[in-house]
């Protein structure tokens, strides 16, 4: 499927066995290039960076990798030194393509390199994580933490191609897998009612890797996140809807400082936001408590008793969607639709904050 934007047009490719065909792909997209990069985690690195080396080397390519450290903590400039070393020393000019092999904070740093690289290098993504396909991978958003929040330094980069093959899934963790299924809940609360009561009757099947239902899963909400991705590409307005769960869920990381995987943190925001959208009569309980029990379905969290309710609250203040010193909450206003509010009692916020907690 395609990405339409107003200075530029990319692909997702979604299917099973894309991943021996990573270097003609990538010829594709950078024809005339003779090095290319590969950026990815020494978790990924030990399952897939040999394969996806021999593939861009036959292919034609010469091949330089940097693994760094794997989780949020390393998500900062200093984490991306190693990369930046190693790239730069490697003869690399504009024409060099990076690849972005791993999960959405591989995704998110190496968009990242690739975007102050040389000033701008080409971009593949090549997503290994549910939540990297469905979501971090489209739509440009790229970055790295400081110690005040999460990704507050960054840019708007948007790859060449996408390449998303769902065999990779295997080789995750089962709680990565399930961690995928908080932007697959998000985007089904925000934009497709009936996706959301077709992802309550098959959760059980993607938890258990059925491939075919995998493939129709990344491709349904890659479509939903491309749609408003492509109506409002800087985050101007609907896009924000794509935040819902995040203004609580980044502040729950930064504050447990990436104690839980982002897409945890995620599900504990969705259940938030629900709280405080019934809270502020936007949905009723019936609808509320079925966003808490599909997140309860797919294995996420939806209460934890170790969050400290003042320092998330606190932790908000810094959020990017501040505006004039107004914090923005995306809140659903019924299954499949959205709204921001910036006109949230604080004391509603601390409320649903507090029912976490259990």
Do not use: W
Request: contains cysteine; aromatic residues 4%.
């Amino acid at each position: 499927m395609a990405v339409n934007l107003p200075d530029q047009a990319y692909e997702v490719r979604v299917a099973r066995g894309l991943l021996p065909s990573i270097g003609r792909i990538v010829r594709e997209f950078s024809p005339t290039a003779k090095k290319a990069l590969v950026l990815t985690d020494a978790n990924v690195a030990g399952v897939l960076l040999e394969p996806v080396t021999a593939t861009l080397e036959a292919a034609g390519y010469q091949v330089t990798s940097c693994a760094i450290a794997g989780g949020e903590t390393s998500k900062s400039l200093e984490g991306l030194a190693p990369a930046y070393d190693a790239f730069l020393s490697a003869g690399i000019d504009r024409r060099t393509p990076l690849i972005a092999l791993g999960g959405g904070i591989i995704g998110d740093m190496g968009g990242f390199v690739a975007a102050t690289l040389l000033r701008g290098v080409p971009l593949i993504q090549v997503p290994t994580t549910l939540l990297a396909m469905v979501d971090s991978s489209v739509g440009g958003k790229t970055g790295v933490n400081h110690r005040v929040g999460k990704n507050l330094v960054g840019a708007f980069y948007h790859p060449s191609v996408v390449v998303a093959d769902v065999e990779t899934l295997r080789t995750l963790p089962q709680r990565e897998l399930r961690a995928g299924l908080a932007e697959c809940i998000k985007h089904d609360i925000i934009r497709d009612a009936d996706g959301f009561a077709s992802l309550e009757e098959s959760v059980a099947d993607v938890l258990q890797l059925y491939l075919d239902r995998l493939v129709d899963l990344v491709a349904h909400n890659v479509a939903i996140k491309a749609k408003v991705v492509m109506a409002d590409p800087f985050e101007h307005g609907e896009r924000a809807h794509l935040n819902l769960g995040h203004t609580f869920g980044h502040a729950i990381e930064t504050t447990t400082n990436y104690k839980y995987l982002h897409g945890e943190a995620v599900a504990l925001g969705l259940v938030a936001a629900a709280r405080l959208a019934q809270s502020l009569a936007l949905i009723d309980a019936p609808t509320a408590g079925r966003i808490v029990r599909l997140v309860a379905a797919a294995g996420l969290p939806t209460h934890a008793s170790d969050l400290d309710t003042d320092r998330i609250v606190a932790s908000m203040a810094h959020d990017k969607k501040v505006r004039d010193g107004r914090l923005r909450f995306v809140l659903p206003n019924g299954l499949g639709s959205a709204v921001v509010r910036d006109d949230v009692p604080v004391e509603l916020v601390r409320q649903a904050v507090q029912s976490l907690r259990g």
